[in-house]
């Protein structure tokens, strides 16, 4: 069992952040030790930074959720695992025993925050440091090809591929993403390596908007000039409206846009989260018959399909890493991200 000091990204409670030597943590006989090589910054981070987070937070908490390493040490009784592998740690444990556990859906455990239930860098310590204990059926090992930062990175796609699973792609598909963030882009990637036809991606910031032009979008519509996203879709499908539009924003007006510009029998994947009052018509959504699904984190393997397609070329994570920080600088990479300095998309902390 290791033993000593590791450095560390502390959140004492809002707004209190330091980077401060802490005991390196104890696993238990089902959990591994992984010296951490690269853990992403998500919006998340930035809520529980703030103290805004809309559900449970273990303050003091060492954050980060989207992490990659290697095993340093192995419980007792973990199989299939061994120290030295290369793996990318799905973040929701859960608690293994309610029903939607049972059956995958562990990012909706019913005991969220209470005994036995574990989601890394939320209730329990985080990848924001040298050494993370992680439950070994969260692992996920990397391919030789795959960087640890595309690992990272792979961790955050697996939000937007559990929505695609949930909602469904099909061959040949007008699809809409609204909100070129990491979210955005990653469903825009893994929607192409579904399969899916036309792609429009809508959001405010050229830089953003080009980089999902690279990730293969075949049309993109800046509303920030002016732009109108819904007589865009109308008019690219003779009126008849796109078959599935996935919502990445927090945007209230962009749910509504969102609904106008389905068409009938259409369906809404929505993977972000506002909680303003939201203007829908229900009439709209009755008569054309539309399906809304809201999804959370990375549940029912979406991982380790995530790790697949990346590994074998279909879809490139690297592009979505524009910022790199040592873990002595967490703190402002935080701040790059949470201001948008250097207009970042993907940051990754490498302790």
């Known amino acids: 069992m290791m033993n000593g000091k590791m450095k560390a990204l502390v959140i004492y409670k809002p707004n209190d952040l330091r980077v401060e030597e802490v005991d390196i943590p104890k696993i238990k006989d089902d959990e591994v030790l992984v010296k951490v090589e690269a853990v992403g910054i998500c919006g998340s981070d930035i809520e529980i930074k703030n103290g805004t987070y809309p559900d449970y937070i273990a303050y003091p908490i060492i954050p980060g959720h989207e992490t990659a390493g290697t095993i340093v040490e192995v419980g007792k009784n973990v199989l299939g695992f061994r120290v030295g592998d290369r793996v990318a740690i799905e973040p929701h444990a859960g608690c293994g025993q309610c029903k939607n556990c049972k059956v995958g859906y562990y990012s909706y455990c019913v005991n969220y925050g209470k005994?036995?239930?574990?989601?890394?860098?939320?209730?329990?310590?985080g990848g924001f440091a040298e050494y993370v204990a992680a439950p070994a059926r969260n692992l996920h090992k990397l391919p030789s090809n795959?960087?640890?930062?595309?690992?990272?990175?792979?961790?955050?796609?697996?939000?937007?591929?559990?929505?695609?699973?949930e909602i469904g792609v099909d061959a040949g598909e007008f699809i809409v993403i609204i909100g070129p963030g990491p979210i955005?882009?990653?469903s825009l990637a893994l929607a192409k390596a579904l399969g899916a036809g036309t792609t429009v991606m809508v959001g405010t910031r050229w830089s953003r908007l080009n980089l999902a032009k690279a990730l293969g979008a075949d049309v993109l519509v800046n509303v920030r000039e002016g732009q109108d996203p819904v007589k865009v879709v109308m008019e690219l499908t003779d009126g008849l409206g796109a078959d599935l539009v996935i919502n990445t924003t927090p945007s209230p007006e962009s749910?509504?846009?969102?609904?106008?510009?389905?068409r009938r029998n259409g369906r809404l994947l929505m993977l972000g989260i506002t909680w303003e009052p939201t203007p829908l018509v229900l009439g709209e959504i009755v008569v054309k018959g539309i399906t809304?699904?809201?999804?959370?984190?990375?549940?029912?393997?979406?991982?380790?399909?995530?790790?697949?397609?990346?590994?074998?070329?279909?879809?490139?994570?690297?592009?979505?890493?524009?910022?790199?920080?040592?873990?002595?600088?967490?703190?402002?990479?935080?701040?790059?991200?949470?201001?948008?300095?250097?207009?970042?998309v993907k940051v990754v902390v490498k302790p």
């Open 292 to 344: 809304i699904k809201g999804t959370r984190g990375e549940a029912r393997n979406a991982l380790e399909r995530v790790i697949s397609l990346a590994s074998s070329g279909k879809i490139d994570l690297k592009k979505v890493i524009t910022h790199t920080f040592p873990l002595s600088e967490v703190i402002h990479a935080f701040e790059v991200f949470e201001k948008r300095v250097g207009d970042p």
């Open 115 to 125: 005994p036995g239930h574990r989601t890394l860098g939320f209730t329990v310590n």
């Open 146 to 165: 795959m960087s640890f930062e595309e690992g990272a990175m792979a961790v955050s796609a697996g939000t937007s591929m559990f929505g695609l699973m």
């Open 255 to 262: 749910v509504a846009q969102s609904v106008k510009m389905l």
């Open 184 to 186: 955005g882009l990653t």
